[in-house]
């Protein structure tokens, strides 16, 4: 979908009240940006068509081999380009994806304190719910 007919909210941009969620902590703030992007579609962005991933063919579309390396390559590069406080490879992420479920973790290791971190993602119907934790 390079296109959109609509403008999205990212997730931490309160519709209701009209304002946005920030967060001071530095490893909050990359869990956010992380969440953001790989939760955007290619296009949604406006002024940057190749912000986000392609995350949702997961869920919807025939899953196969050549799908799966398809999009962690696409992802991880995605990562790279776009949070440069963080380090991570195809080998540090993982998705499991089970019925218009997926299950996404990622392993990363953030730069400034060479600490690495998961991050899980779990996707339901549109539906997102996430956890983080230090390994």
């Given amino acids: 979908m ?5 403008i999205k909210h990212p997730k931490c941009f309160n519709v209701y009240s009209k304002t946005t969620q920030t967060s001071d902590d530095y490893l909050d703030s990359i869990q956010q940006s992380l969440r953001n992007l790989l939760l955007s579609s290619k296009g949604e962005l406006l002024g940057d068509p190749n912000y986000g991933t392609d995350i949702m ?21 995605q990562i790279n380009i776009y949070e440069k406080r963080v380090y991570i490879t ?10 218009n479920k997926l299950y996404l973790t990622l392993k990363f290791l ?9 991050m899980e993602i779990f996707l339901r119907n549109n539906e997102t719910y996430s956890e983080e934790g230090e390994l």
């Fill in 57 to 77: 063919k997961l869920m919807y579309d025939n899953n196969n081999l050549e799908l799966n390396y398809a999009l962690k390559k696409d992802i991880v590069n």
């Fill in 2 to 6: 390079p296109y959109t007919n609509s």
């Fill in 110 to 118: 953030i730069k400034r304190t060479d600490e690495i971190f998961e």
């Fill in 90 to 99: 195809q080998d540090n992420l993982t998705f499991v994806n089970d019925r």
